[in-house]
């Protein structure tokens, strides 16, 4: 059973930063972060292979940074210049193919909130 637990989120100004990590149990893997700000549909911020090859959504290119350390199987996100609209429960991703099938294992969520 794979499991997800993020961290890192609060209360942040206009412009602060803040990081997030969700630590994964189990095998290396492609990792996602999403967010769902309140009342919208949850979207992809950025995503990591299990190499290192990066993709962001072009809300957050130059802005946030998505990173990992495998010997701990930790992802991170870092988020940097942040604006009200990145206020949302943000949620850390791994797709498990096998033969046949995926699934999808997702964390509980954290929540930022950007707020003057």
């Known amino acids: 059973q794979v499991q997800l637990a993020e961290s890192g989120g609060g209360l942040v100004q206009p412009g602060g930063s803040l990081r997030l990590s969700c630590a994964k149990s189990?095998?290396?893997?492609?990792m996602t972060w999403y967010r769902q700000p309140p009342g919208e549909q949850r979207e992809l911020v950025a995503t990591?292979?299990?190499?290192?090859?990066?993709n962001y959504a072009d809300f957050v290119k130059g802005r946030f940074t998505i990173s990992r350390d495998n010997a701990k199987n930790v992802v991170y996100l870092q988020m940097n210049s942040l604006k009200p609209e990145d206020t949302a429960v943000y949620y850390c991703?791994?797709?498990?193919?096998?033969?046949?099938?995926?699934?999808?294992?997702w964390g509980q969520g954290t929540q930022v909130t950007v707020s003057s």
């Open positions: 990591i292979t299990a190499g290192g090859s990066t």
């Open positions: 189990g095998s290396i893997t492609p």
């Open positions: 991703n791994s797709r498990v193919c096998g033969t046949y099938t995926c699934t999808n294992y």
